[in-house]
């Protein structure tokens, strides 16, 4: 029994998802030229669609894909925004789809983000209009906010409502502000097509990648229709379908608790599942779980397979088997690898462990992926500015070439507006702080500064929060310091939907080294995942738990505050947590140490973890993809 109000399509990742609603437009346009007809396509932005226009560019390159009987109408436009701006939707559609495929000029609607107030109105009727006048959308491709928004239908937004402008929610900003460099900076309202506006479309495929979307998801497809959450509207329309990667479907029943729908087939990961779920929903250790709660909680099928006391010893057993003091062992000094996507991702993650490694007689290194420029405040580069030009003038170290660099700098920043790129030296100078700062922190922690390799992975290096995708020189920088350190041991960061990808991506590029690495005749490494700054491994996927005392917590706080130029503000925070980042690392740490202890394991004050890969699934999540 499903759980799910709207059809959904799970894959294993964002692109075979991307591929999917590519090939299902592509299908639409052909099918409409054949009836001498034209296709017409609502428009997304954003972060989501990125791969459906690329694949779409791909098919009008390399297949020949004929957008000349193209009309598009785009879901909105932030309002006011002047077309130019670098964060308009106009620029995006154009770099992103328009300059690349043979559309029409004329057949390009998007709402207008320029025009005065009083002509708003007449505008959005207008929109309407020529939407009818085209025919009505044949399909409409849409992502979701954080706020469950759809176009920029806010919570509140009426079944019925049309074209018109919108007051954009808190949230919405916030998870803006990343691409206009600052909350403060993303414009307060929108113009949107309405949810009726979008009902009216034939068709609709709704995207969602990432664990962030996880949750909206899930109270999307298996909530009621409301309106605080405008997706649920798309329950009630006759051919809209949920088009979502692995991680932002793990929230739906069939992933969380599949038990609920019906039999399962179960597994040592899924059984682990379902007993640290009871334990936590009965608030009992897993060896006081009984008969009686497997029953009662709809797990009578797990606890037939062979009877609470077994079952709950099995897993009490792995866990226990989790926790370790010696994250390398005890048997020999071994080489151990650390990835760090960003600069900081490290200390914030592993700190306790780096150390404990360090103490232990292991040869620590740590490959800092990309520079971490974007995340450096102009006021820092003033500051770092003034004390060179300072220094300068008491040791009389290069004058003229110094005060070069000096004068670009003062004079780039004074005429700098929010969103503007940063000049390359204005970049490699953000680059210099977070380097000084990483090998500070690393040091801090034990590591020889010989040991810090900064790889300055060049896909990170556009000046915008936009990425590049991975390329070969991208793979070899991994690729050597692999050859370099060859580990026993890699860490790595197993976020694999970072906010803004950089993880994914980095991630990515590592896969693929170091399957060359391999197979290039080197030794296996072990290598251990851990979850990025963002959110902790679920009970069940932690394979290494490393306790910290209340001192090692404390030397780990210190040892992030190390990068000074992400104290007190981050410059990307993300749009649901405005802490700092060491405050959410301890405040997660002491949550997986607490987990343990409620669940009848030895009690610590802190715990970092750790997942092996490959990661392993439950047998019956495979059944639940959906295969292009
Ligand atoms: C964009 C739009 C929005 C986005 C949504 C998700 O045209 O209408 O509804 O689809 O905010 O944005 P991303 O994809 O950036 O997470």
Request: overall charge negative; charged content about 25%.
């Amino acid at each position: 029994m499903s759980c799910e109000r709207v059809p959904v399509a799970v894959f294993e990742d964002s692109k075979a998802a991307s591929v999917a609603v590519a090939r299902r437009i592509a299908e639409i346009m052909r099918a409409k030229a054949a009836e001498g007809k034209n296709a017409v396509l609502g428009l997304a932005t954003g972060h989501t669609p990125v791969a459906v226009y690329a694949e779409l560019i791909r098919l009008h390159k390399e297949e020949g894909l004929d957008f000349s009987n193209v009309v598009t109408f785009n879901l909105d436009e932030y309002w006011p925004i002047a077309p130019s701006v670098m964060q308009s939707y106009w620029a995006w559609m154009h770099e992103h789809l328009f300059n690349h495929v043979n559309v029409k000029p004329e057949n390009i609607h998007i709402p207008p983000g320029e025009v005065k107030e009083a002509e708003i109105a007449k505008l959005c009727r207008q929109y309407e209009h020529n939407i009818t006048k085209a025919g009505g959308i044949d399909l409409q491709i849409l992502g979701i906010g954080l706020s469950g928004h759809i176009g920029f239908n806010e919570p509140g937004s009426a079944r019925d409502s049309r074209t018109r402008r919108i007051v954009l929610d808190r949230v919405t900003r916030k998870a803006a502000a990343s691409d206009f460099f600052g909350e403060e900076n993303v414009p307060s309202m929108a113009i949107t097509m309405g949810v009726g506006t979008i009902l009216d479309a034939r068709e609709i495929c709704l995207l969602a990648f990432g664990e962030h979307k996880a949750s909206i998801v899930q109270r999307s497809v298996e909530g009621e229709i409301n309106a605080t959450i405008a997706a649920t509207y798309l329950q009630k329309h006759p051919n809209a379908k949920f088009y979502l990667d692995d991680a932002a479907a793990a929230r739906l029943t069939r992933f969380e608790t599949p038990w609920e729908m019906g039999s399962c087939q179960w597994d040592d990961m899924l059984e682990r599942h379902a007993v640290i779920w009871l334990a936590r929903k009965v608030n009992k250790a897993v060896l006081r779980l009984t008969d009686e709660d497997y029953v009662e909680h709809g797990l009578g099928e797990l606890r037939a397979r062979g009877g609470a006391y077994d079952i709950n010893l099995k897993v009490f057993r792995y866990l226990m088997n989790t926790i370790t003091g010696w994250p390398a062992g005890k048997s020999k000094k071994r080489r151990v690898l650390i990835f760090s996507p960003h600069p900081d991702d490290d200390v914030i993650c592993m700190a306790g462990t780096m150390t404990r490694l360090v103490e232990q007689g292991h040869e620590v290194h740590v490959a800092y992926m990309v520079s971490g420029y974007l995340s450096v405040f102009d006021h820092d580069v003033s500051r770092y500015a003034d004390f060179v030009r300072e220094f300068n003038k008491i040791f009389g170290v290069m004058p003229e070439q110094s005060a070069t660099i000096e004068q670009h700098i003062d004079k780039f920043l004074k005429q700098k507006r929010p969103g503007d790129i940063d000049t390359t030296e204005i970049q490699s100078l953000k680059g210099l702080i977070r380097r000084a700062e990483a090998i500070d922190a690393a040091k801090y922690c034990g590591i020889e500064e010989s040991r810090c390799h900064f790889l300055d992975m060049p896909f990170y290096n556009t000046g915008k929060v936009q990425k590049l995708s991975i390329g070969e020189a991208d793979i070899s920088a991994v690729r050597k310091v692999l050859e370099t350190v060859k580990p026993d041991m890699i860490f790595a960061a197993g976020d694999l939907s970072d906010p803004h990808g950089t993880h994914r991506l980095c991630g990515e590029a590592g896969f693929i080294a170091l399957d060359q690495y391999l197979a290039a005749g080197n030794a296996k490494p072990e290598l251990w995942l851990y979850r990025g700054a963002w959110q902790e491994w679920s009970p069940e996927q932690i394979s290494m738990a490393v306790p910290l005392s209340p001192d090692e917590l404390k030397s780990k706080r210190f040892a992030i505050f190390r990068h000074q130029s992400q104290k007190d503000r981050a410059m990307f925070p993300g749009p649901f947590d405005s802490r700092e980042f060491w405050q959410r690392a301890e405040e997660r740490n002491i949550s997986t140490a607490k987990l343990y202890d409620d669940l009848g394991l030895p009690e610590y004050h802190a715990m970092e973890a750790f997942a092996v890969w490959p990661l392993k699934r439950p047998a019956n999540h495979d059944q639940q993809m959906t295969k292009i």
